[in-house]
């Protein structure tokens, strides 16, 4: 059974910073495909960041420049480290996982607020 924990979402000023974690168990972590998605409210769940089995990234524009995502395969965690938070990037992020067969899993979710 796949189980991917998100955590590090809370509430946070405009220009703070927030470091969400994602830990993985029932799955190939090294050879999986990991990346955060975010879903605000009225809106369709996006790309954040992404990073391959090999270490390769991308990110959204929005992300680019102020996020970091990084993978730790021995303690099968991926982090993302958000720093000069905007109030647009308040969402729901999701950890995900697409796996050696191709399947994507979700996290159940973390809620980030960016709010004075």
């Known amino acids: 059974q796949v189980q991917l924990v998100e955590s590090g979402g809370g509430l946070v000023q405009p220009g703070g910073s927030l470091r969400l974690s994602c830990a993985a168990s029932g799955i190939f972590f090294s050879l999986s495909t990991m990346a955060w998605y975010r879903q605000a409210p009225g809106e369709q769940r996006e790309l954040v960041a992404e990073?391959?089995?090999?270490?390769?990234?991308s990110y959204a524009n929005s992300a680019k420049g102020r996020f970091t995502n990084s993978r730790d395969n021995a303690r099968k965690t991926v982090s993302l480290q958000m720093n000069s938070l905007k109030p647009e990037d308040t969402a729901v992020y999701y950890c995900?996982?697409?796996?050696?067969?191709?399947?994507?899993?979700w996290g159940q979710g973390t809620q980030v607020t960016v709010s004075a």
């Open positions: 995900s996982a697409v796996d050696i067969s191709s399947r994507r899993f």
């Open positions: 990073i391959t089995r090999t270490g390769g990234m």
